[in-house]
Each structure stands twice: as C-alpha cells, then as structure tokens.
C-alpha cells in the first residue's frame, strides 16, 4: 500500500503542477517572444494534474472499500470539496470585473452575474454549449468532474486483479481518445489520465512490476502520438516524481495544500487583476518582468487566504460526510 510519505509526494506535485500553470500565464503577459514561448512550458502542469487525479483517485476510493452504493455519496463528497472554492472564484471574477469598469484602462465590459452563461458554469456546461469560460483554467474542472463522474462507475473494474482485464481496460482506453476526440469531453484526454491509473494498479500491488512497466511503454508511445512529446513527458513527470520522491518539501508542501485555490485565482488576481492592469504604468519590457516578480508572492499569498477562509471550510464539510475517503 501507498506509504504517507508518498502522499507528500502527491501534495508537492500538485504545488509544481499550479505554479507552472500560474508562471506560464504570467509569462504570457510579456512581449518578449523567447519569454512567452518558455511560459508555454507552464501548460505542462495541466497533464500532470490528470495524471494526479488518475492515480489519487482510485487510490482513495480503494483505501475507503468504495462500492457503487456509494456513487452518489463520492459525487456529493466531491462537489462539496471542490465547488465552494469554484463558485466563489467566480463571484470575484464578478467583482473584479465591476471594479475594472472604474479604471480609465479598461477595455472590457462589464460581466453580467444573472444570465445562462452563469449557469452553465455552475453545472461545468460551458464548452458544451460552446461558450467561452470566465477563466480559461476552469475548461479542466469540467474534464476532472466528468472523469469523476465516469470513474465513480467503473471504479469496480480497477480492482478486478487479472491481468487479462487490466490490459483490456487499457487498451479501450487508450483506443477511445483516437476514435472520440472531441476535447469537449474527457474521453478525449483519457491517455493523460493512464499514467495515474498504472500507477494505482502498481502501488496498490494488483499489477506486477513487468506488466506496469510494459504499459507504461505502450502509453509513453501512444502519447506521444495523441499530443506530441509533451503528454509522455508529463507521464515520466508524474510517475517518476510520486514514485521517487519520498522526502517531504516544505514550500512544495505548502504550494501542494494551496494548489487548488492557486490555480482558481491566479488568473482572475494575478493577471488581470494586477499585471495587465499596473503593466499600464510601465513602458520597458524589464520593468514588465520585475512585476511578476513583485506579484508572484502577492497571488500566492492571496491564495493562501483563500484556501484557509474558502478552501479549508469546503474541506471539513466535505470529510464530516459519512462515506469517507481522504482526497
């Protein structure tokens, strides 16, 4: 079984996944070509956090003796925990967006709070009715919330310990995203998914060492093939990092427990809110990159508030359910 020291591991790959996600649109606020292009780089964090989430989990409904029974009560744990934080990081879209119209800079109009598009945020419907997000990072909630959805159900199958049925999940599951490869749905990012599954087969000892690495093989090649060499180098990424780093890190630590809430309102706080907005000020490029310097620590710190006053509630409500299962 997963050791706790391993679970660090998971915490402070979630903390590198948010601030490359965070770093890489900061980057992008700049003009300097070479610059922009390194803050790509930062897209890497959204593989690596399917990665995460394939592998943690069906770890934590296996540690809980999980059953379909318990399929809605997973479903309620889950948007209790993460729905709180969510819908409140779009109520300070809300108001980041009226306090905008006072600036002279201001470009853009006012967000109206009452009306469909809100909704279909609430229920994660936006790129279905093929509407645009009020913050580009919430296009992966809806993924991980359809994979929850999906794997709520097909959870028994993960425990089922023959081989023959593991290579057969596998293999529907490597197979759909080339034939259902509408980016809409989770279906079609089930290869970035994979390297956490394996995972949990290899840990929770229901896959031998062979099997595991033979696969992993099979999915590093097929990645590569589905979205280029980022997606195998994500999954060396996420495997190598939780299968290897046993030793606590204390600022990884730190940014894995606020990673959620970092990734929610890096955007809305950091970007918009602060450097395209004091970027009105400035007029060198050097002037422009010493600002994110300045408002990096600022929107950790920002999120940290949020994660102890938002986040950390959600939390505690989402554990006191009885069906437990740590996340």
Same mark, same amino acid.
């Given at each position: 079984?997963?050791?706790?020291? =391993? ?8 903390? *590198? ?8 649109? /900061?980057?992008?606020?700049? @003009? ?18 399917f990665a995460i ?11 809980? @003796?999980?059953?379909?029974? =318990? ?8 948007? +209790?925990?993460?729905?709180? %934080?969510?819908?409140?990081?779009? #109520? ?11 600036? %002279? ?9 009452? +009306?469909?598009?809100?909704? #279909? ?13 009020? @913050? ?13 959805? #999906?794997?709520?159900?097909?959870? %028994? ?27 809409? /749905?989770?279906t079609d990012y ?13 840990? +929770?000892?229901?896959?031998?060492? =062979? ?17 280029? /060499?980022?997606?195998? *180098? ?6 190598? /990092? ?25 955007? %809305? ?59």
């Amino acid at each position: 079984m997963l050791a706790d020291k =391993n679970i660090h591991s998971v915490t402070m790959l979630r903390g *590198i996944a948010s601030l490359a996600v965070c770093l890489g649109h /900061f980057l992008g606020t700049l @003009n300097t070509t070479s610059i922009v292009q390194f803050g790509k780089f930062g897209g890497y964090g959204v593989p690596i956090f399917f990665a995460i989430t394939g592998f943690i989990i069906p770890y934590s409904l296996y540690q809980s @003796n999980y059953t379909i029974k =318990n399929y809605f009560k997973f479903l309620i744990k889950r948007i +209790t925990r993460l729905d709180p %934080p969510y819908l409140l990081s779009i #109520l300070g879209i809300f108001l980041l967006s009226y306090i905008a119209q006072l600036s %002279p800079f201001s470009e853009g109009n006012l967000i109206e709070i009452v +009306t469909e598009k809100t909704a #279909l945020h609430i229920f994660y419907l936006v790129k279905i009715a093929d509407q645009d997000w009020f @913050n580009p990072v919430f296009w992966t909630l809806a993924i991980e919330f359809q994979f929850y959805l #999906l794997i709520g159900l097909l959870f %028994p199958l993960l425990t089922i310990k023959k081989w023959v049925v593991q290579v057969l999940f596998f293999s529907t599951f490597c197979l759909i995203p080339f034939v259902l490869n509408d980016d809409t /749905f989770v279906t079609d990012y089930f290869i970035m998914f994979l390297p956490g599954v394996l995972l949990f087969w290899f840990f +929770t000892k229901q896959m031998s060492r =062979n099997l595991f690495l033979g696969l992993t093989t099979v999915l590093l090649v097929l990645g590569y093939f589905k979205g280029g /060499f980022q997606t195998p *180098i994500c999954a060396i990424i996420a495997i190598g /990092f939780i299968l290897f780093v046993k030793k606590p890190i204390k600022p990884l630590i730190f940014l894995g427990t606020i990673s959620y809430s970092l990734y929610l309102i890096h955007t %809305p706080f950091g970007t918009d809110g602060m450097i395209n907005f004091l970027q009105n000020y400035l007029e060198t490029e050097v002037e422009r990159a010493g600002l994110l310097f300045l408002c990096l620590p600022i929107t950790v710190l920002a999120s940290w508030m949020f994660y102890r006053i938002i986040e950390k509630p959600s939390m505690k409500w989402s554990k006191k359910l009885n069906y437990s299962e740590e996340i």
